[in-house]
């Protein structure tokens, strides 16, 4: 029961987080870094004031890179 518990508290937090303006404005500061590079986004972490953005971004021929950039809110 407290194992079920600890798991409703943690989906409550992450989808608290997730509503949160702070991350509504790093999403969407992701989603336009992507655009302009060509690339797919596949995490985003707000870091104190600025938004780390993790992106895929295919390489001409060879394997797709994943870089991570950080701008700001």
Known sequence: ???LFT???QAAL????M???AFANCNSKAQSV???RGAKVLSVRTVGS???IRL???SGGG???RITVTVPK
């Open 56 to 58: 895929l971004v295919s």
């Open 34 to 36: 992507a655009a302009q």
């Open 19 to 21: 509503g949160s303006p």
């Open 1 to 3: 029961m407290k194992r």
């Open 50 to 52: 600025r938004c780390q």
């Open 7 to 9: 798991l409703f508290m």
């Open 63 to 65: 394997a797709p890179k």
């Open 14 to 17: 992450i989808s608290l987080l």
